[in-house]
């Protein structure tokens, strides 16, 4: 958050005349016109005609206001919301160096096709280039991450100058969602961040009132862009699934990324295929899933004999998917109905679709599809079982009648049962844990940490919510993406991150009096640093004490004080036992859980 400006008060004479407030309640009923449902403001004194606007449309049941002090947490927060929502977010910020800070979430929704808005109050043109307070260059500085970019100048009250703000609003809105408008050429295809930069001058906002809510014209118009948008790119007018058909031809691996879909998964299931699904993708679910992919494509039988893989989404977990598109003896397929980027590790790949079908598929499948498959889904079961830790079995020592037949058999039983309760948490026992532990309708937030590489290689599938910010797979504002996820779902949001993770994150606890505190559980992977980095080649012969000052980095935050300064609930799982009870807990608001690691 920037400083305040420092200027006096308006005179009411000129409050009364402040077109910055018409225009700002103009530009966000427009929002609210064109779907918009979540505001998000940080505080500031050039930004005060937007912020009290926002204040006013959520008094009258327009919007949902969320208010955060740090724009970095702001940014993120918004990103969550319109991940969850569908929609888009829009987040206002005053000049300055607190626009900056929308960077890391602006590049995330870029890199990911998430739409989100940003609104950025800024001085007057003739204010700029002459060593203003707070005044720097605003417009461009999102450079090539943004779809659209308006500097708008600032309100003077002319005839004409409100519906010219809503005007903005709705194309803001339309080309944030990725919807074709020919009179604003997009920047980039697809779904993605908009930067309105405001001009302001003084007086900067006068008080408001509305007497009541804007309502969306003509239904819900994000929805009904989605919808077409959806019907357009999935199916034809008889529901049949659209674009190029991939025959059942050469033996073939479907593998999906982050945000491929339930559309992998279907289209692995028409084609008989293998499906190779990381646990961020949306589609890893069904008879067809291998989770121990990593294993079997380094394995002699499986990996060496694929002759064709089709991606969707963006895989970013192993570095055995970005080797096997590059094969030269593998011809690769990528989808991606929208996006700025093709997936295209070392520029291999010759052949791209925005939609594809698999052609139908006799059933049951040939004898030789059916090998194909069977062999690959059947070894991963293998493999995962493997890991598994051994179970106990029946109690022993107990007769059909419910009494003691054998006092030493039931003694060791006992035992056994003990031991396995007070056995130490592993990371392979947390994601298993959490992962069971997640209903259908709940959510679940994976941190770009090491635990999301282990639950990728061990959880079964489910067709489960999962989010995670891998469109740049940073740690930037993890806890507020999680936190607008939770907000946006009303559903029990559950996180799974690392140390780091929460630290560099550690603003987004903050809770203002008046903001909504979601059922969300931050479970925090606590190994004291960056044991991801261990897996670096260069761990094995660097220095120890250098590579831990630098890349482990080592930390003893002590988690439950830092809980309590935020007023978050706080528990500490070190044993079998006491993480299944915490996670059997009602959530039923932000807490964290505390689970130590080894390194």
């Keep these: 958050m920037a400083e305040a400006s420092g200027a006096g008060p308006t005179p009411a004479s000129d409050l009364q005349r402040s077109p910055a407030t018409a ?58 919301l319109a991940v969850e929502s569908g929609r888009p977010a829009v987040v206002v910020v005053t000049s300055g160096t607190a626009v900056a800070n929308l960077h890391p979430a602006v590049l995330e929704a870029h890199h990911a096709g998430v739409p989100l808005i940003v609104c950025s109050a800024d001085r007057p043109v003739e204010l700029r280039g002459i060593r203003s307070n707070q005044t720097t260059v605003q417009p461009g500085i999102f450079a090539g991450a943004v779809r659209m970019e308006r500097d708008v100048a600032a309100p003077a009250g002319d005839p004409g100058e409100t519906d010219a703000a809503a005007r903005l609003a709705r194309t803001a809105v339309a080309v944030s969602l ?45 929805t009904d862009a989605a919808t077409r948008a959806a019907a357009s ?24 990324g982050a945000g491929a879909g339930p559309g992998a998964e279907q289209f692995a299931r028409d084609g008989g295929w293998p499906l190779l699904a990381e646990v961020a993708s949306g589609a890893r679910f069904g008879p067809n899933l291998v989770v121990a992919s990593r294993e079997l494509l380094n394995e002699p039988g499986f990996g060496d004999r694929i002759e064709r893989v089709v991606v969707f989404g963006h895989p970013t977990l192993s570095r055995e998917v970005p080797a096997l598109v590059q094969r030269r003896d593998v011809e690769a397929i990528v989808v991606a109905p929208a996006g700025i980027e093709w997936y295209n590790p070392g520029r291999r790949v010759r052949r791209f679709e925005r939609a594809v079908r698999a052609e139908p598929q006799p059933t049951p499948l040939p004898p030789e599809a059916r090998e194909w498959l069977g062999r690959w889904v059947h070894a991963s079961r293998s493999i995962v079982d493997a890991g598994l830790p051994q179970t106990l079995g029946l109690m022993s020592g107990v007769d059909e009648t419910g009494h003691v037949s054998d006092y030493a ?65 940073g740690i930037d504002g993890t806890v507020a993406t999680a936190v607008g996820i939770a907000i946006a779902s009303g559903s029990v949001t559950r996180a799974v991150i690392g140390d780091l993770t929460l630290l560099h994150d550690v603003g987004s606890l903050l809770f203002g009096a008046a903001e909504a505190r979601p059922r969300l559980q931050v479970i925090v992977g606590n190994d004291g640093g960056g044991t991801i980095f261990d897996a670096l080649e260069v761990a094995g012969s660097a220095e120890a004490s250098a590579f831990d000052r630098v890349q482990y980095t080592p930390q003893s935050v002590d988690l439950s004080a830092l809980a309590t300064a935020y007023g978050w609930g706080y528990a500490r799982a070190t044993t079998r036992g006491e993480l299944s009870d915490a996670l059997a807990a009602p959530v039923d608001g932000p807490s964290l859980l505390e689970v130590p690691l080894p390194r």
């Design 409 to 473: 058999a039931q003694r060791e039983y006992m035992k056994a049962q003990l031991a396995a309760v007070r056995e130490p948490v592993s990371r392979r026992m947390l994601v298993d844990a959490v992962w069971a532990a997640t209903w259908p309708h709940d959510r679940l937030v994976f941190g770009a940490s090491r635990l999301i590489r282990d639950a990728d290689r061990a959880v079964a599938g489910r067709r489960i919510t999962v989010h995670a910010n891998r469109g740049l797979a």
């Design 178 to 222: 990725g919807r074709d408008d020919r009179s604003v050429p997009a920047a980039h295809p697809g779904a993605g961040p908009v930067h309105l930069n405001l001009q302001y001058s003084e007086p900067l906002s006068t008080a408001v009132h509305l007497d009541e809510a804007p309502t969306p014209a003509e239904g819900d118009p994000v």
């Design 233 to 256: 790119v999935d199916a034809d007018a008889e529901g049949r699934p659209k674009g190029a058909i991939i025959g059942a031809g050469p033996r073939t691996v479907v593998v999906a």
């Design 23 to 80: 225009a700002a309640i103009a530009l966000l009923s427009g929002f609210v016109r064109a779907g918009v449902r979540d505001v998000v403001v940080a505080p500031g004194s050039r930004s005060q005609a937007l912020a009290l606007a926002a204040a006013e449309l959520e008094r009258v049941g327009a919007i949902r206001l969320h208010v955060r002090i740090d724009e970095r947490s702001a940014g993120f927060l918004a990103l969550g």
